[in-house]
């Protein structure tokens, strides 16, 4: 099925561990994002590539780095996790200017 | 700064009701809005865009509509059904891409 595949889809970490966190799409989106989600707080965007060969900062990029590998790939990567790292993340994709804007099934993080 | 909030942010109804979710958000300078629906669990579907320059979209049973001047959106829901339990997220655009999201309602049709 087309759509956007993320993997794994739990992880438990221990305080400062590193991990990648995988996405890739294969609807041909130029554009590519990664969200996190908490309780109370909704979903806030944390980096997000426009096109391939670009990353720009969301609103909560502090703790993480990002590689457009590819047109299909986007990975996020915790280099030392921390406790307030602990959500869902989701990765996304779009056409432009949020058209066909498709999400992944989401990543659970628990760090302790 | 963009904020967007909704409300209520739980609702629970008796299956059969129509029903209206807001969303109200800061700044009118938005290149579009979209609804989202996520089930426990899972991701999130889109259900409706609203482009800026538009002031309703309709999908099946659903009518989201737009007030850029007010700030807000609603999400019209006809003769709900237990099948439309989930948690419904109102999105804004207005940096090309990059969505905005309220925190969502819950909402729960009763059989």
């Known amino acids: 099925n087309a759509g956007v595949t993320q993997t794994p889809k739990f992880q438990v970490l221990k305080t400062g561990q590193s991990m990648t966190l995988q996405c890739a799409q294969d609807?041909?989106?130029?554009?590519m994002y990664w969200y996190r989600q908490d309780p109370g707080m909704g979903l806030r965007l944390i980096y997000y590539?426009?096109?391939?060969?670009?990353?720009d900062k969301g609103e909560v990029p502090n703790g993480y780095n990002v590689s457009r590998l590819n047109k299909r790939e986007f990975s996020l990567r915790l280099e030392s996790a921390a406790p307030s790292q602990t959500s869902v993340y989701f990765c996304?994709?779009?056409?432009?200017?949020?058209?066909?804007?498709?999400f992944g099934s989401g990543t659970r993080l628990t760090v302790v | 700064k963009q904020e967007v909030t909704q409300i209520p942010a739980a609702l629970s109804v008796p299956e059969g009701e129509n029903l209206v979710l807001n969303c109200s958000f800061t700044?009118?300078?938005?290149?579009?809005l979209q609804w989202f629906r996520q089930d426990p669990g899972k991701g999130l579907t889109s259900l409706l865009l609203?482009?800026?320059?538009?002031r309703e979209q309709t999908s099946g049973r659903l009518n989201a509509s737009l007030d850029k001047s007010s700030g807000r959106s609603t999400l019209y829901i006809a003769a709900s059904q237990p099948g439309d339990s989930a948690t419904y997220l109102c999105?804004?655009?207005?940096?090309?891409?990059?969505?905005?999201f309220g925190q969502g309602t819950e909402l729960s049709v009763k059989p």
């Open positions: 996304a994709s779009n056409r432009i200017n949020s058209y066909g804007y498709t």
């Open positions: 609807m041909n989106h130029n554009s």
């Open positions: 590539s426009a096109s391939e060969g670009t990353t």
């Open positions: 700044d009118s300078a938005i290149y579009n």
């Open positions: 609203i482009q800026s320059s538009q």
């Open positions: 999105a804004v655009d207005n940096q090309g891409g990059k969505l905005i």
